[in-house]
């Protein structure tokens, strides 16, 4: 027999996002950070006993929750990431995730007409809790992710950071803590930068910090930077907008300077997440999707930069090239 297992798999993943984004909203993890059985939990919570019951023993079955006899225990992971109080809470990323969940439903509608199912703006000011939601996710998740890039960029002896497309200034603010040297200019969209404010303003480093408001399809970068980062912005963009993007990087940078290009690209077919990631580009862009990192890096050697190096971070990818240091005469 040929197992059809991938497919009921496939066919049920949906069940366990719902699950997670369940116990979530209703506090379950937050109530968790001390052990409990369902029935008293249920009540803390204002629950059904019954239901209370079944969901914490699919998130025990998911990893999400341990058990022990009849009470009920967040794992690590769950007090880190899933409470409300921990630093590195990822509950706003999650509920983004969960808005955005119907929109997976209209996948076939958007393959069909190859256009997006939301419209682009609502994320980028036009709906301002969704931009909240966004940019504050954005910052959660880059939390979690920051240290295979902060590793794989080194940024000793810069003097100033071009964060293009900046969003909530995450990398920017962790790359001036650990480079005292180093300024930083958040260039974005203007709705993003006014969330982003809160954000860097408690980040200790903000003094070192400047805000561009910006379109950088549209707008000169300027220049006096040694270095870029162009962190989950050409997702959204077309081939022919990136090279634009990179060459305008090109024309502002310092001989010298460095560039990295950070993002869910595809190497050798994968992975599977940044395949999945373009499908959600088409569900909320009208442009972009998921690049080749082969692409990308040849657009960084036609916009003039040398050594361009692919590193894949899993599931991320970066791109890192130098401009050429001016030649003493
Ligand atoms: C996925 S977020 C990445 C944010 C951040 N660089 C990171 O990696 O965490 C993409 C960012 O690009 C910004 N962006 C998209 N189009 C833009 C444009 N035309 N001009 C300036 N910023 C833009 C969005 O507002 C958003 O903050």
């Not at 059985?37 to 025990?60: I, K, N, P, Y």
């Not at 590195?88 to 808005?99: D, F, G, R």
């Not at 930077?225 to 050409?234: E, H, K, N």
Request: proline fraction near 5%; glycine fraction near 10%.
């Amino acid at each position: 027999m040929i197992d059809p297992a991938p497919i009921y798999d496939a066919a049920t993943a949906f069940w366990k996002s719902a699950v997670l984004f369940a116990a979530c909203r209703l506090g379950v993890f937050d109530a968790l950070e001390e052990a409990a059985g369902a029935a008293a939990l249920a009540q803390r919570l204002g629950l059904s006993e019954h239901g209370t019951a079944a969901l914490l023993d699919a998130c025990v079955a998911m990893g999400l929750i341990e058990k022990a006899g009849d009470t009920y225990r967040n794992t690590p992971a769950g007090d880190r990431y899933l409470t409300s109080r921990s630093p590195e809470s990822l509950l706003v990323t999650l509920e983004l995730q969960a808005a955005t969940y119907p929109m997976w439903m209209r996948l076939a509608e958007a393959v069909r007409d190859g256009q997006p199912a939301i419209a682009p703006a609502d994320l980028l000011g036009g709906d301002p809790e969704l931009t909240r939601q966004f940019v504050v996710g954005m910052h959660q998740r880059a939390l979690g992710t920051a240290g295979a890039l902060m590793d794989a960029v080194d940024l000793t002896g810069h003097r100033v950071l071009a964060d293009i497309g900046g969003g909530p200034g995450t990398y920017s603010m962790l790359m001036l803590q650990r480079y005292p040297g180093l300024r930083a200019r958040i260039m974005d969209l203007a709705p993003i930068l006014e969330v982003a404010r809160t954000l860097v303003a408690s980040s200790g480093v903000g003094d070192r910090i400047e805000m561009v408001p910006c379109d950088v399809t549209a707008d000169d970068l300027g220049n006096g930077f040694d270095a870029a980062l162009v962190s989950g912005l050409l997702h959204r963009m077309t081939a022919e907008t990136s090279r634009s993007i990179l060459r305008k990087v090109y024309a502002g940078m310092a001989p010298g300077g460095l560039i990295a290009v950070n993002d869910l690209f595809i190497v050798a077919g994968g992975p599977t997440m940044a395949l999945l990631f373009g499908l959600q580009m088409l569900l909320t862009n009208e442009t972009g999707g998921a690049h080749e990192a082969s692409d990308v890096a040849s657009w960084l050697a036609q916009a003039g930069f040398v050594d361009v190096k692919i590193t894949p971070l899993f599931p991320h990818t970066v791109v890192i090239a130098r401009k050429a240091a001016a030649i003493r005469a």
